[in-house]
Nanobody
């Protein structure tokens, strides 16, 4: 079992930045993937970015060049640095980890990009 606690969401103006954090606890030693998904109102949940053990990363096309995912294995924490935020980035952001093929989810943190 893995527990995930997210932080860092909030209200930001277009063009601004936010950093999301997600701390994992529990059986963390076998986590293979850590990442972030988001779900906007009326839309399906989508992958934003993920980082695989070993360091390789994947990003949604819509966030490439603006968002950066990183992972601190000593703290079992994954971060999402979001720059140049746009109104269309408004969504609930969910932390996700994959442990032995099982997906675990955080409760989500709301990011609102609005002037």
């Amino acid at each position: 079992q893995v527990q995930l606690v997210e932080s860092g969401g909030g209200l930001v103006q277009p063009g601004g930045s936010l950093r999301l954090s997600c701390a994992a606890s529990g059986s963390t030693f076998s986590i293979s993937v850590m990442g972030w998904y988001r779900q906007a109102p009326g839309k399906q949940r989508e992958l934003v970015a993920r980082i695989i053990t070993g360091g390789s990363t994947n990003y949604a096309d819509s966030v490439k060049g603006r968002f950066t995912i990183s992972r601190d294995n000593t703290k079992n924490t994954v971060y999402l640095q979001m720059n140049s935020l746009k109104p269309e980035d408004t969504a609930v952001y969910y932390c996700n980890v994959v442990l032995r093929g099982t997906y675990y989810w955080g409760k989500g943190t709301l990011v609102t990009v609005s002037s």
